[in-house]
C-alpha cells in the first residue's frame, strides 16, 4: 500500500524542469503575471477603501463648515481625497467667476456653467486615478489563458515528438509532454480567473465612489446657485 502512494505522488517540480526551455520560459512568465496581479489586487482594495473613507470624512467636513470659504481655508491639511480635489477645483473656478464678474461690473444672477464643467473635469481625473493599474488585470485575465493555451501547445508538440524518438506509443512516451501541457492549462487560468473576478470587484467599488462625487458635485452646484441666484421678485425691486 505504501509503495502505492509514494508512486502516485505527484513532483510537480520536477514536471515543470522537465517541460524543456519553452515550457519553463512559459510557466515563469505565468508565475510572474500572477504575482503581478495579486500585487494590484491588494494595493488597489486597500487604497480604494482608504480613498472612499477620506471623501466621506472630506464631505463631513464640507456639511458641518460654515462657509465655503472657511473650508476652503481648512482643505491644505486634509488628507488628499477625490472629494477633496473635486471641492478645490470647483471652489477655485467659483472664485475666477466672481472675480470676473465684479470686474466686468455685472449684477443679477451669476451662471456657474465654467464651474459645474470644472467640477466635471476634475471628476474624470479622480476616475483615472482612481482607475490606474486596472489595465495589468485587464491584460493577466485577457492574455493568461491564451498564454497557458500556447504552452498546452507546445506540451503536446512535444509529446507527439517523444514519441516520434521512442517509437513507442505507450502512455509512458507521452505523460512528461500532456502533464506539462496540463499544468501551463491551469496556472493560464490561475493567472485569469482572480484577475477578472477582482476586475469587476474593483470597478464596482470606482463606480460607488464616482456616485459619491457626482452626488457631492450636484450639492455643491446647488448651493452657488442658492446663493447667487437673484429671484424675480428681488430683480424687479
Known amino acids: 500500500m505504501e509503495t502505492v502512494a509514494q508512486s502516485t505522488k505527484i513532483d510537480w517540480f520536477s514536471i515543470i524542469l522537465h517541460g524543456g526551455p519553452i515550457g519553463i520560459a512559459i510557466t515563469i512568465l505565468l508565475g510572474i503575471m500572477s504575482i503581478w496581479a495579486w500585487v494590484v489586487i491588494i494595493s488597489k ?26 473650508l476652503n481655508l481648512r ?7 477625490p472629494a477633496r480635489e473635486v471641492f478645490r477645483s470647483g471652489f477655485n473656478e467659483m472664485i475666477r467667476v466672481l472675480q470676473t464678474r465684479e470686474k466686468r461690473g455685472s449684477t443679477g444672477s451669476v451662471i456657474f456653467d465654467t464651474v459645474k464643467r470644472t467640477l466635471s473635469r476634475q471628476k474624470m481625473i479622480e476616475e483615472a486615478n482612481l482607475g490606474s493599474n486596472l489595465s495589468i488585470l485587464a491584460v493577466c485575465a485577457s492574455a493568461g489563458p491564451f498564454i497557458g493555451l500556447f504552452g498546452t501547445v507546445v506540451g503536446i508538440i ?3 515528438h517523444d514519441i516520434g524518438s521512442s517509437g513507442a506509443s505507450s502512455l509512458a512516451a507521452v505523460a512528461p509532454g500532456i502533464s506539462e501541457a496540463l499544468i501551463a492549462t491551469a496556472l493560464g487560468l490561475f493567472v485569469a480567473i482572480p484577475a477578472v473576478i477582482f476586475y469587476n470587484i474593483l470597478i464596482n467599488r470606482i463606480k460607488k465612489h ?6 457631492f458635485s450636484s450639492d455643491f452646484i446647488n448651493i452657488l446657485e442658492r446663493h447667487y441666484t437673484i429671484k424675480p421678485d428681488q430683480d424687479n425691486t
Do not use: C, I, P, Q
Not at 482643505?75 to 481625497?81: F, H, L, T
Open 45 to 70: 482594495m486597500l487604497r480604494l477603501k482608504e480613498m472612499h473613507g477620506l471623501s466621506e470624512k472630506f464631505l463631513t467636513n464640507f456639511w458641518e463648515a460654515k462657509s465655503l470659504s472657511e
Open 75 to 81: 482643505v491644505k491639511d486634509m488628507d488628499y481625497s
Open 158 to 160: 512535444r509529446a507527439f
Open 210 to 215: 464616482l456616485v459619491l462625487l457626482d452626488g
